[in-house]
Structures are given as structure tokens and as C-alpha cells.
T-cell receptor, first 112, second 115 residues
Framework: EPEVTQTPSHQVTQMGQEVILRCVPI?????FYWYRQILGQKVEFLVS????????KSEIFDDQFSVERPDGSNFTLKIRSTKLEDSAMYFC??????????FGQGTRLTVV | DAKTTQPPSMDCAEGRAANLPCNHS???????VYWYRQIHSQGPQYIIH???NNETNEMASLIITEDRKSSTLILPHATLRDTAVYYC????????????????FGKGTLLTVNP
């Protein structure tokens, strides 16, 4: 079965630093998403991306966050100035039609 | 999207059927019932979805009551690898307009399959 690939699997960064989380969605998919899960809490929607633009974002997705699809294969999430509370698992997902989402294995972000 | 209610945890013996209930009493006519699961902090995995008819695939069966206010996910022969958090999610139809197909996760049911 095709997979969504996320790199790195674990990232440690200092507070205030910028981080870029990378995702390679499944090749023929058109809808892309980022979710996050703080340890012990629910999986939370961050942003959806379709047709080269953000289609919806949550309250969590403030000006510190941005997404980009720099080429035909990658989908990135940038956090400009990380805070301790940004420590979480970040999941990328993609979908061909929007009906069924495929999730990556996640990037564990630790802000120290 | 409508709210769902699931028991926080359930146990099941290996090889037996696991029946996971979900209440979604405020579901509307244009909303589907989805089930995903998450194995030990891995990425969520799609299991099945349905509107009003019962559905079956290679992973599970989904039984939706006639009034659509509740559903049951059935894993016919649970294995140890099925130990996971199972999420029941209600989501608007993708052709209903205005939907961006996001998933709203609750706390789910932790299913523990015991040997």
C-alpha cells in the first residue's frame, strides 16, 4: 500500500528556533493536511491544503505556522519561532478525493 | 460535525469479535460515520466509513442503526495487533459544499486485546 512519508522522525529544537517538518504525500493525492497530537491528548487538526492554497485552518494555526508545497512531491510545515507548547507529534495526511485520509508516521517535535 | 460518544476503554480476548459502540445522536442526513484507529502513537489509520447501510471491508464491519444515531465497529477476529485507540468520527459528506474534509478526533476507545 502507498505511504505518506514524514521526515525527520524526531526533531529537537531550542525555543525560538525555526523548524521545518517535511512530508511526501502519496503521489496522486490532491488534498493535504497537518494534524498534531500533544502527548496524552487528542489528535488536533491544524490545516488543510488543496489546489496550492490553504482551504481551512484551525485556531492553533496562527501566524507562527505556515505550509508550503515547494515542488510536486513535498509538503512542509514551518514553525517560525518555536515555543515549549509546540512540543507534540505532528502528522501529515493526504487524500486523493477527500474521502479517505492516509496518515504518515509522524514527526516528534521536542522544544527545549 | 456531530459529536460522538465512545466508551473510554474495552477489553477483548484474542480470536474473539470486538464490538466497539459509538453514539452520534445529533448526526444529520449529510454526515458520514468514519472509523480510524491509532496504534501506540503511530499515525491514525483509516478503517471504514458508511452513511446508512452496513459496510464491510477486509478490516472490519460497520453496523449503523436505522435511525443512524449509533453505530458499531466489529473486528471479527481480534488479534494482539488490533490493540489500539479506535476513533468514531462523524463528518460531512464531501459533496455537501464547504467541507474541507478535515477529521475531528475525540478521545476514542482504547481496545486492549488480551491473549
Amino acid at each position: 500500500e502507498p505511504e505518506v512519508t514524514q521526515t525527520p522522525s524526531h526533531q529537537v529544537t531550542q525555543m525560538g528556533q525555526e523548524v521545518i517538518l517535511r512530508c511526501v504525500p502519496i503521489s496522486n493525492h490532491l488534498y493535504f493536511y497537518w494534524y498534531r497530537q500533544i502527548l496524552g491528548q487528542k489528535v488536533e487538526f491544524l490545516v488543510s491544503f488543496y489546489n496550492n492554497e490553504i482551504s481551512e485552518k484551525s485556531e492553533i494555526f496562527d501566524d507562527q505556522f505556515s505550509v508550503e508545497r515547494p515542488d510536486g512531491s513535498n509538503f512542509t510545515l514551518k514553525i517560525r519561532s518555536t515555543k515549549l507548547e509546540d512540543s507534540a507529534m505532528y502528522f501529515c495526511a493526504s487524500s486523493e478525493t477527500g474521502i479517505r485520509a492516509f496518515f504518515g508516521q509522524g514527526t516528534r517535535l521536542t522544544v527545549v | 460535525d456531530a459529536k460522538t460518544t465512545q466508551p473510554p476503554s474495552m477489553d477483548c480476548a484474542e480470536g474473539r469479535a470486538a464490538n466497539l459502540p459509538c453514539n452520534h445522536s445529533t448526526i444529520s442526513g449529510n454526515e458520514y460515520v468514519y472509523w480510524y484507529r491509532q496504534i501506540h502513537s503511530q499515525g491514525p489509520q483509516y478503517i471504514i466509513h458508511g452513511l446508512k447501510n452496513n459496510e464491510t471491508n477486509e478490516m472490519a464491519s460497520l453496523i449503523i442503526t436505522e435511525d443512524r444515531k449509533s453505530s458499531t465497529l466489529i473486528l471479527p477476529h481480534a488479534t494482539l495487533r488490533d490493540t489500539a485507540v479506535y476513533y468514531c468520527i462523524v463528518r460531512a459528506r464531501w459533496d455537501s459544499g464547504g467541507s474541507n474534509y478535515k477529521l475531528t478526533f475525540g478521545k476514542g476507545t482504547l481496545l486492549t486485546v488480551n491473549p
